[in-house]
């Protein structure tokens, strides 16, 4: 390092001056002085100056009960309620000439009281009762007559012609009978149409199974009572 760079270095102060406060910067904003106000940055605040109003007082719990204690009854209104004279509508008739009793319309032939309604307590729809009644009414009255209240009122030629219609269906189901006998399955306790349905089911397990089966308990009642003798 030179002799001239060591002079000039000593000769900086180590004690900074204070500075004048004059010379420091205000840190207050100044207003302008021509009074343009319309283009002056004072004119919006970010923050409001007005203060907030207070909070709505709450209702007191002694006016609440006593507003609950004097409070006015519901009324319960029915069908047999009847409208109050002061009732707008009521006034009106009134006025018109209506009396209280009477029915409405220039003849008298109105109603007096109102419609009457039933609740209904059911899922089922509008006007099914009454369905289902005319409808059982419809059946008993289309009532098929009864062969013993015929019976009654037949004369003696109409019930030679009724015993001979039933002897001759007797005799047509003996002799169906007779002739299907072949077709009969005593082991299965069957009644067969014709050969192939015989044959069709002789040659089936089931039929064959109770065979078997038949065969083993007359098997196992004839060891029993070889055993009984012995």
């Not at 000039?8 to 102060?13: D, F, K, S, T």
């Not at 209104?77 to 006034?91: A, L, P, R």
């Amino acid at each position: 390092m030179s002799a001239e760079t060591v002079a000039r270095w000593n000769a900086i102060p180590l004690n900074r001056p204070d500075p004048d406060e004059s010379s420091q910067p205000s840190l207050k904003r100044t207003r302008p002085e021509d009074g343009d106000d319309d283009e002056s940055e004072d004119n919006v605040s970010l923050v409001s100056r007005t203060p907030s109003p207070p909070p709505p007082d709450a209702m007191e719990i002694d006016k609440y009960d006593e507003y609950y204690r004097h409070r006015p009854e519901r009324e319960v209104i029915t069908v047999e309620t009847k409208i109050k004279s002061s009732n707008i509508g009521f006034s009106m008739l009134a006025k018109m000439g209506w009396v209280e009793g009477t029915p409405l319309g220039l003849s008298g032939e109105g109603r007096v009281d109102p419609i009457p309604f039933n609740i209904k307590n059911d899922l089922t729809g509008l006007g099914k009762a009454t369905q289902d009644v005319r409808m059982i009414e419809t059946t008993v009255s289309q009532r098929r007559e009864l062969d013993s209240e015929r019976q009654i009122r037949e004369t003696e030629e109409q019930r030679k012609q009724r015993e001979e219609a039933v002897a001759r269906r007797a005799a047509v189901k003996s002799e169906i009978s007779s002739v299907l006998r072949p077709f009969y399955c005593e082991v299965c306790e069957k009644q067969f149409q014709n050969v192939a349905q015989y044959d069709e089911h002789t040659n089936s397990y089931a039929h064959h199974h109770k065979v078997r089966f038949r065969d083993m308990q007359a098997a196992q009642r004839a060891s029993r009572n070889t055993k009984e003798e012995a």
